[in-house]
């Protein structure tokens, strides 16, 4: 880490992200596990997202979880779906009161940016070193680095391994707005998560629109600019 949000169990602004991503649903009937109290599993990772690190990736086994201690009865309950795992404190039952550390900027970061920017002025041959350096750590290995590369299938490459660094960490967003591929990997994303459901709802691919690529201005700060001018589609 580069810079983090910094919490403490007591004493100072604690982290709530256990009980978002805590199992309630996918364990025990509904009731979560025995023992963690407030788990609202509102922080689901996507299938499609589970499914694109390798096993032998490092990544994985930190940024999702499925087994969980109860601290009742000391039992392993295994969660019928994966949820997210990169901010979990063990052994820490108030799950409201985490004091585990938000990613804000890390290395890999600004590892991956420069990359990035360095493929764009088209030094890809150098910008494949420092993606690789990210790969390294996240294998411990040579074996999974990447070889030659166009600059289309750098980009490519370098979008994934954000999309896999990154997981929770409030990225993903903001990189399909500024890279032009928001409004049709969500809807790409729809028709994925349609086609698995049980009824119809292929209409969920269009919910997203293209001029939500921008955010709506908050209607206090109108109140207070009469100059300022919503963005359009809001």
């Not at 403490?8 to 256990?18: D, F, S, V």
């Not at 499609?48 to 990544?59: A, F, I, S, T």
């Not at 969920?204 to 908050?218: A, D, F, G, T, W």
């Amino acid at each position: 880490m580069v810079f983090s949000i910094e919490y403490l169990e007591t004493g100072a602004q604690t982290n709530n992200q256990m009980a978002l991503c805590g199992p309630k649903h996918s364990i025990h009937n509904g009731a979560g596990v025995p023992g963690l109290k407030g788990a609202k599993e509102a922080d689901i990772p996507t299938v499609e997202l589970y499914n694109l690190y390798l096993e032998n990736d490092e990544r994985k086994n930190v940024t999702f979880k499925l087994d969980y201690q109860s601290p009742t009865d000391g039992e392993i309950y295994t969660a019928s779906i994966p949820l997210f795992g990169k901010y979990w404190e063990e052994g820490q039952v108030t799950l409201y009161r985490s004091q585990v550390n938000m990613h804000i900027l890390r290395y890999a970061d600004a590892l991956l940016m420069y990359a990035e920017a360095l493929n764009e002025e088209g030094k890809t041959e150098m910008a494949i070193e420092y993606l690789n350096m990210v790969r390294k750590r996240a294998f411990q290995t040579d074996t999974e680095i990447y070889q030659v590369m166009s600059q289309d299938e750098f980009r490519q490459a370098v979008w994934k391994e954000r999309r896999l660094e990154f997981a929770l960490e409030g990225h993903r967003w903001f990189d399909l707005v500024r890279t032009g591929r928001l409004v049709h990997r969500m809807r790409e994303h729809g028709q994925n998560e349609a086609s698995l459901a049980e009824d119809d709802k292929t209409e969920i691919s269009n919910n997203i629109k293209e001029h939500m690529v921008l955010m709506p201005i908050p209607q206090y700060e109108i109140n207070l600019n009469p100059k300022l001018i919503q963005n359009p589609g809001y």
